[in-house]
């Protein structure tokens, strides 16, 4: 409700900080230095943020004071915010791991401006209170991964690059095609205002349909079923980079069903909503098949990130104000939780010198730590309490079995969900056997790879997780606010759009 | 006009679609240029077509077409060539380092075995 | 001001200086440090036995996570002590073995340690937890240090797999347990046990009780190995024997028994849970003695032993859960000394399985060997461990002046009551019970037997053994000869236990049926000639006859093939399951990209096709008024154009068709009266074209003909659809433009921005962020061009420090 120059700076922080590097792209102490003061800068942002719209409420900037719906109107809500904050912390961790692993190649060749690049788009993706901004924000994010992934050149990432990027192109373009239509039926295209003007028509049938087509488009950008572009993409990069897009980039697109599904999308739930279900249900199901079936650890990760989209879009699925704060707990901890996953499986990687599983074993001997970081990341993803999964689980599966839901109960969905928990232990478990346990097959001095500097960051992340698991009544009032935003869209709606049009 | 606008954007989209589906890198990329064509088709129309004059202000016209689909197409032109162009130079550098444009021999399963 | 809610931390507490410990203090065994502390707390929960065998239960809570109702509330009364004094006396006895039966110099005793009490902390938790997400809490914690415990030799692959297999089971099992609990907690609107008995009856009442049931016995089951999971109990004895001692038989087993016993409030007086509970019990109790027999390696005869035993428990529960059907009246008496047979059973137990599995450990260690064809004879060699081990085992057949006799008759009078119930049908199945149950008595007789006198009577073969050594030392005799004399005095003084402890536990499991003092007799050793003793004595007459001519009849166990056992199952089903998975995710996920995409707009066709027949949204207002000549001239044109781009076999022709349509896209831009549009495309056409030919005219070895495009029916189907799709939704939409647009606010461009373009007074001012973000990504776009032409490491020497 408060004209907040504060908003824009976690988007204009990273741009600024990735141009100024670009232009200073020799000298890699100094790519180091800023980075590490762009991500730390963002953290401290994004939690002042988060204490001014907890105690004001939610935050808006009108860009160039244009007011919204005919300017561009950039939104921090809780949800908004807590998302923020997680971003800022997962990238200052990740590039900490970067410092140890990326090559001195990648590093002088705008590696550290394309980070930042890339987290402009995801912070204004979260941002934007503009459905076509949401898109451009998109594009950045989606460009500079693109030259992420590829970024080095080696054969494995170009040929997994093409199609990583053929299939986002076409996404983007048929995100395109759903803007189109709806600025078509309802004339605008400003979030809050197409809320409004939904609910006034009550979402007829054509509404619905380009619904769906924008929740397909999300799905596909978010992995969520339509996910056969994930595991290739995710295996080809460097660690750090894996890391990034394990956390991040889909987490975007979840980011967008929230926001779509519970702001603007909401009057038709049957169709809409059950499609959402029936969707995570599946992503559930395959996602982990495909873990339980492989034997190398970057695509037991891959799958692993699979299995976690459905887990939080079934809370969205649910809708009840209970089950979107469990998506939300949920939301959070998955990131951190894929990201310290991601750096630690790339650590073993460069260990052992190899991605398969059958060709380690015993690691735990000489490195003690990284193997117990690996269990407990593992439980936390199962979602065994204290750890951080658990609450979101219990509230997610509650709300599921809870046959006074909004519809007929999700029996089906908690049930899946829990499946989805136990084949994500099996997968994980599976490399913490074989990989950690086991008789050793490496003596330190045949190992491929040292993990100086490497096991900081995972320190970092995992702290986080057990913070988030066993203080989560810290969280709840955020958490909750969360919710709130979400379950009322006219907190959004008054908030932006300050005379009603 | 816009019904005929509709159906040929739908034409575009049929052929962009078979040629994404084929298996020559470069008749994919063809397939996306194909679709955002249509796609660009598509935004124009949406807005609603030939309602009055240029949105320009020059004290001709009394009613003006919707401006805003306008500024839409342009930024979703710029980005599409931003994003064609890189896609392109992947092409060519995935063409110089794999030896081959056919995508059936770009399946990349064995390397995680 | 009682500290009894922080009992529970303290393991955990400890654990955390345990390796420190170790580390710093080698040359003294670790585990004299770690022993005081369950012996300090055996003592202090000892000292509340007073307080709960006159009603009055420890009740603490701690707030946690209040918003969501997750606190750390505990809740100690008769049940809960009984548990909590076994978890922290066996533990106490576990770790004075464990000093003499692990080298400290050999071992990682740090490791060991710790995930002894966290096991511990873990079982004292849910033992004392009355809130269900706390509970589920140490239910998984305990299931995690067990997994450690089970794989502490990791280097071994048996450890690992039956590390594995247990996780595996009793996980799944937790999970069904969650499942379960939390659909209580949304019937009775609580996460407090406490409450949830207090409306027991909403619980009664609601359509979801015997889902509920079924999954909170799932976790019961599985925790407590039976049929059918009982198979993760065998692989668990990879773990060192002081552990099999202290979890697979005294404590973690029985959580399982914990949870049937706390919930029987809620769910006793069902059939349904009167027959799960007594069935599943019954059967395993056959199986597990029934399988016992047939064993060769010592600690696998206890394990299968065990399984029986926990089945019996199980079963006792069962069958005395029929009282709550009658509610606290004269008939109920027939049902509740089955509920008290079942806790003796369940102190008992612990009491001769400890001193056996520890008498197993010390044959183990002095002979180097559990194969008892290898054993024997030992008699003379170990007179001390074979005393022990005849208390154990005779106690464990129901034999005199042992405890186990006791409750082995205590269990018959269970079982005959309970045959004499005319309820859930018992009238006509009721026979089973006691027929099975002597049947597995004898059973059980005979493998006690075996076991004793298999290992130490007959002949002593020490060329079989690997090393011959007398009496352990005294650490690894005082243990089991503490159980042992328990075993003699729970004999002699039933009473007393009775009276403290077990009394008041059965008040947890059936609240209300005590204080109506249905006049259960107490137990005594001597009843009179009732039918209980007689079926003592028949299961030893016939138990002596088989024993003595156990190898004519032992051949029937080799009838059984291998693949009909469940382990087999489990073990085939586990590699089968991976390898099904693998060929489905093969199946779909081909690296084809062309396949992804046609399952992404095969998906698109058929989800948004179905959205708009079930929503009858497609609406069509024709107004094809105003088309001129020309435009129709310029659509076909574009067709053409579109076709050849498909069509042509020729690189460059199918370039130049495609510069053709981004040309003939800006032609339409000029009819739409869109005139910066225009320019801006033939600008950026034509660039994107000089590209299309430098990537693809102008390198060498490209063919200039690209070949047919060929004809796929799938594909063309999709494409179809899809082009159909968007048409129709393109229809449906202009015919539903619901509201005006917000593009009159521009129309004043001129007064509010002082431009006269309007395009480019948005472009520039009014959505002047989206431009400056397009530029950032033209911007990306062209170093990243730049860098993927510079940056070649697979060509260069690549540094060390990548991947």
């Known amino acids: 409700m408060i004209m907040n120059n504060l908003v824009a700076f976690p988007l204009l922080i990273p741009l600024l900080a990735g141009l100024i590097m670009a232009i200073y792209r020799k000298s890699i102490p100094f790519q180091r230095w800023f980075s590490l003061f762009s991500f730390s800068l963002i953290c401290i942002i994004s939690f002042y943020l988060i204490q001014q719209v ?3 409420g939610i935050q808006i900037l009108e860009l160039g004071g244009w007011q919204a719906p005919f300017g561009i109107v950039l939104v921090v809500d809780m949800l908004s915010a807590l998302l923020l904050m997680t971003t800022g912390f997962i990238g200052l961790t990740c590039v900490l791991f970067a410092f140890g692993s990326i090559g001195e190649e990648r590093e002088q060749f ?90 006034e028509s009550g979402q007829p049938g054509i509404l619905t349909t380009v619904a769906v087509l924008l929740l397909i488009v999300f799905s596909l950008k978010s992995a969520l079923f339509l996910f056969f572009w994930l595991p290739g993409a995710y295996s080809a990069p460097p660690t750090a980079i894996a890391a990034i897009f394990g956390a991040l980039l889909t987490k975007v697109g ?59 879009v079934s809370g969205v699925a649910i809708f009840t104000p209970a089950s979107l704060i469990g998506a939300t707990y949920y939301f959070i901890h998955d990131m951190v939780m894929k990201a310290l996953l991601f750096l630690l499986g790339g650590t073993v990687i460069r260990i052992v010198g190899s991605n398969k599983l059958k060709e380690m074993g015993g690691l735990i001997r000489n490195h003690t730590l990284l193997g117990w970081m690996f269990f407990i990341a593992a439980l936390s993803l199962a979602g065994v309490p204290p750890l951080s999964g658990f609450i979101g689980k219990i509230l997610i599966i509650q709300e599921g079995l809870a046959s006074g839901a909004a519809r007929a ?62 203080g989560a009544e810290i969280f709840y009032p955020f958490v909750e606010q969360a919710g709130e935003s979400m379950v009322n869209p006219n907190l959004y709606i008054e908030a932006v759009l300050r005379e009603v049009v | 006009m816009e019904t005929l606008m509709a159906i040929i954007i739908g034409i575009l989209f049929t052929i962009g679609v078979y040629l994404v589906l084929s298996k020559s890198l470069l008749r994919i990329i063809f397939g996306t240029s194909v679709i955002a064509h249509g796609t660009h088709l598509l935004i124009i129309t949406m807005g609603g077509l030939k309602t009055g004059g240029p949105p320009l202000l020059d004290g001709r016209a009394v009613s003006y077409t919707d401006p805003l689909p306008q500024a839409l197409i342009l930024t979703a032109i710029v980005i599409n060539f931003a994003t064609t162009a890189f896609l392109l130079v992947l092409a060519y550098r995935a063409y110089s380092a794999l030896g081959t444009e056919n995508m059936d021999h770009l399946r990349g399963i064995n390397d995680n075995e | ?65 209040p918003s969501l109702g997750i606190n750390y509330a505990t809740y100690v009364d008769g049940l809960a002590l009984i548990f909590g004094l076994i978890v922290t006396g066996i533990g106490a006895l576990v770790i004075l073995y464990s000093i003499y039966y692990l080298s400290k110099e050999r071992e990682a005793l740090g490791n060991f340690y710790v995930y002894l009490l966290l096991f511990m902390g873990a079982m004292l938790g849910v033992v004392f937890s009355d809130n269900i997400i706390v509970l589920y809490m140490f239910w998984e914690l305990t299931s995690i240090s067990s997994f450690l415990l089970i794989a502490y ?207 197993v450990g010390i044959i183990d260690y002095e002979t180097g060997t559990r194969d008892i064809r290898r054993l024997g004879g030992l008699m003379g060699l170990m007179p001390v461990t074979f005393t022990l081990a005849v208390i154990g085992s005779f106690s464990m057949a129901g034999l005199p002046p042992f405890n186990g006799f006791l409750s082995k008759e205590l269990f018959f009078t269970g079982v005959l009551n309970a045959s004499r119930l005319d309820i859930f049908r018992m009238e006509t199945w009721g026979m089973l ?52 004399s328990l075993v003699i005095l729970f004999f002699f003084f039933p009473s007393l236990l009775a009276q403290y402890l077990l009394m008041p536990a059965v008040a947890s499991v059936l609240p209300g049926f005590v204080e109506a003092s249905l006049g259960i007799g107490p137990i005594e050793a001597w009843h009179g000639w009732t039918p209980e003793l007689i079926m003592t004595i028949g299961v030893v007459v016939v138990g002596m006859i088989l024993f003595a001519n156990y190898h004519k009849w032992s051949r029937f166990y080799g009838y059984i093939p291998v693949w009909f056992t469940l382990n087999f199952a489990y073990d085939s089903l586990l590699v089968k399951t991976e390898k099904t998975f693998e060929k489905i995710t093969r199946g779909y996920m081909t690296g084809f990209i062309r396949d992804y995409l046609l399952y992404i707009f095969a998906f698109f066709v058929v989800v948004l096709a179905g959205v708009i027949l079930m929503l009858n949204s497609f609406a069509f207002n024709p107004d094809v008024n105003n088309v001129s000549m ?114 009159w606010f521009f129309e004043n461009s001129y007064e509010l921005a002082g431009a006269k373009n309007i395009v480019n007074a948005i472009l520039v001012d009014f959505r002047g962020f989206d431009t400056m973000l397009e530029i950032l990504v033209l911007c990306i776009a062209g170093i990243g061009v730049y860098t993927l032409i510079k940056l070649r490491l697979d060509s260069r020497k690549v540094s060390s420090k990548n991947r």
């Open chain 1, 110 to 199: 705008y590696f550290y401006p394309f980070f930042q690049f890339l987290i402009t788009g995801v912070n204004g993706s979260f941002l934007t209170g503009d459905l076509f901004n949401l898109f451009v924000c998109f594009e950045v994010m989606l460009i500079s991964s693109y030259v992420l992934i590829s970024l080095g050149g080696n054969k494995i990432q170009l040929r997994e690059s093409i199609k990583y990027v053929v299939i986002n192109t076409i996404s983007s373009t048929l995100f395109l095609v759903g803007i189109a239509y709806l600025y078509a039926v309802a004339g605008t295209l400003n979030m809050a205002h197409l809320s409004v003007r939904v609910a």
């Open chain 1, 54 to 56: 907890s105690i004001e």
């Open chain 3, 153 to 359: 030799w990791y280097q071994r692959k048996s450890s690992r797999y039956g590390a594995q297999k247990a996780l595996l089971i009793t996980i799944f099992g937790g999970f069904a347990m969650l499942a379960g609990l939390l659909m209580l907690a949304n019937i009775t609107d609580t996460f407090s046990i406490r409450e949830m008995i207090l409306r027991a009856d909403k619980t009664t009442a609601h359509p979801l009780f015997l889902q509920s049931m079924v999954l909170l016995l799932l976790g019961a089951f599985t925790k407590s190995a039976q049929f059918p999971f009982h198979i993760w109990l065998p692989d668990a004895m990879e773990a060192p024997t002081p552990i099999s001692a202290y979890l697979h038989s005294a404590t973690m087993v029985k959580a399982g028994i914990y949870l049937i016993a706390r919930f029987t409030p809620i769910f006793g007086g069902s059939m349904e849970w009167f027959w799960l509970v007594s069935g599943v019990g019954m059967i395993t109790l056959f199986w597990g003695s029934f399988s016992a027999v047939k064993q060769v390696d010592l600690k696998a005869m206890l394990a299968f032993s065990t399984i029986g035993q926990l089945g019996m428990i199980i079963c006792l529960l069962g069958l005395g859960s029929a009282a709550m059907y009658y509610g606290p009246v004269k008939e109920a008496a027939l049902c509740i000394p089955a509920i008290l047979a079942a806790l003796f059973h369940l102190v008992n137990h612990s009491t001769f399985k400890g001193c056996l599995f520890m008498v």
């Open chain 3, 1 to 65: 001001m009682s500290w009894l809610y922080l009992i529970i931390l303290i393991p955990f507490l400890y654990a955390v200086i345990v390796p420190l410990i170790f580390k710093h203090i080698p040359q003294i065994h670790t585990g004299w440090f770690v022993l005081p502390i369950p012996v300090l707390l055996f003592m202090y929960l000892a000292k509340y036995v007073t307080f709960v065998a006159m009603d009055s239960p420890f009740i603490h809570s701690v707030p946690w996570i």
């Open chain 3, 433 to 484: 019970f006691p027929v099975v149950a002597w049947i597995a008595s004898i059973f059980t007789f005979i493998y006690c037997m075996v076991f004793v006198f298999r290992t130490f009577a007959g002949d002593y073969q020490p060329q079989k053994l690997e090393k011959i050594n007398n009496e352990p030392a005294w650490g690894m005799l005082l243990p089991p000869a503490v159980l042992a």
């Open chain 1, 254 to 312: 979840i980011y967008a069903i929230f926001r779509t599904s519970t702001l603007i999308f909401y009057h038709q739930l049957e169709i809409t909503h059950t499609l959402l279900g029936v969707m995570a249900a599946l992503t559930m199901l395959f996602g982990g098949i495909g873990a339980v079936a492989h034997w190398d650890i970057r695509n037991i990760l891959a799958y692993n990130v699979i299995i976690g989209v459905g887990f939080i």
């Open chain 3, 630 to 743: 020309y435009e129709v001239v310029l659509v076909f044109v574009m067709v053409v154009a579109a076709l050849m781009v498909l069509l042509s076999r020729h690189r460059l022709v199918a370039i130049i068709s495609l510069g053709i349509m981004g040309y003939l896209v800006a032609m339409f831009f000029v009819i739409f009266r869109a005139p910066d549009l225009a320019l801006t495309q033939l600008v950026v056409e034509t660039v994107t074209t000089v590209l299309f030919l430098l990537c693809f005219y102008f390198l060498p070895d490209l063919k200039n003909k690209i070949g047919e495009i060929g004809f796929k029916a799938a594909n063309m189907a999709v494409a179809l659809g899809f082009g159909l799709i968007v048409t129709v939704i393109a229809l449906s939409a202009q015919s539903n433009r619901l509201f005006e647009t917000i593009s």
């Open chain 1, 409 to 470: 109960g999700f029996y089906w969905l908690a049930a899946i969900g829990l499946l989805s928990s136990l084949m994500v232990l099996y997968s994980l478990m599976k490399i913490f056997i074989n990989g950690f346990w086991g008789e050793t097959l490496l003596a330190q001095d045949m190992e491929k790879g040292d993990t100086k500097g490497l096991l900081l960051p995972c320190v970092l992340l995992t702290a986080a997780g057990i913070i988030w698991g066993v």
